[in-house]
């Protein structure tokens, strides 16, 4: 399923951020960095994750719904989607 743009903004938006948190984490263990300090970015780069994964699969399901209608939806699909996250 192909997504327009204007509703993958959000998801990349939240995708960019984790992938800064990841490049401080990255920097911050080049530079010897305490493993607490790494470890409280590497949780912030986590959740980001997570939170990313699930407003995609979010706003697939609201796509598919609104465009093909609520019968036309792979519900078996979408429950592995939301599971491949867990």
């Given at each position: 399923?192909?997504?327009?743009?204007?509703?993958?903004?959000?998801?990349?938006?939240?995708?960019?951020?984790?992938?800064?948190?990841?490049?401080?984490?990255?920097?911050?263990?080049?530079?010897?960095?305490e493993?607490?300090?790494?470890?409280?970015?590497?949780?912030?780069?986590?959740?980001?994750?997570a939170?990313?994964?699930?407003?995609?699969?979010?706003?697939?399901?609201?796509?598919?719904?609104?465009?093909?209608?609520?019968?036309?939806?792979?519900?078996?699909?979408?429950?592995?989607?939301?599971?491949?996250?867990?």
């Amino acid at each position: 399923m192909q997504l327009p743009e204007d509703k993958l903004k959000p998801v990349l938006t939240r995708l960019r951020r984790a992938h800064g948190h990841l490049a401080t984490v990255i920097r911050m263990l080049d530079e010897g960095a305490e493993c607490e300090d790494a470890l409280t970015q590497l949780a912030a780069v986590e959740k980001a994750l997570a939170r990313s994964g699930y407003a995609l699969v979010s706003t697939g399901l609201i796509h598919c719904i609104s465009t093909e209608g609520p019968d036309n939806v792979d519900q078996a699909k979408m429950e592995k989607l939301f599971l491949s996250l867990a």
